[in-house]
């Protein structure tokens, strides 16, 4: 699956521990992330990031545009509800997109625990066949 990994600064600690706790799981999958972000996990991880610019700087538009090309299944998206960011809009759309298309979207740890459960059991097979649906349409 391609995941694709965010956190605002204030959560940028709790992703490096989410993400270490999961590491075995996720590095059977295609990770992703924006600048800041995955620079923060690949330094502590040994997981090998796709990484976009930083947030401000397009990144959650970036990764709004694979979704739009369905080519994401899950992100995680550290958000911190107590600060104020300048690229608001570009956030906003990233979360209506994933709402668009039914990407499963995670915003806090809690929920983050709970679709990584879900993909270690196998929760996500269904993408497979959304894109070989996808995929088939576009061949006709
Ligand atoms: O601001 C962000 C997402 O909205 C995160 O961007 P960085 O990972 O580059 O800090």
Known sequence: ???A?????QKKDDIVQF???YEEVLKSHTLFSTGTTGTRI???TSLQIHRFQS???GGDQQIGARIAD???DCVIFFKDPLTAQ???PDITALIRLCDVYSIPLATNMATAEILLRGLERGDFQWRDVVKEQK???KNT
Do not use: R, S
Request: aromatic residues 4%; negative net charge.
């Open 5 to 9: 990994f965010i956190a605002h600064d």
């Open 42 to 44: 690949m330094e502590n």
């Open 19 to 21: 993400v270490t706790a």
């Open 70 to 72: 369905n080519d994401m």
């Open 1 to 3: 699956m391609n995941i």
């Open 86 to 88: 300048p690229h608001e």
């Open 135 to 137: 995929q088939g349409e």
């Open 55 to 57: 947030g401000p700087l």
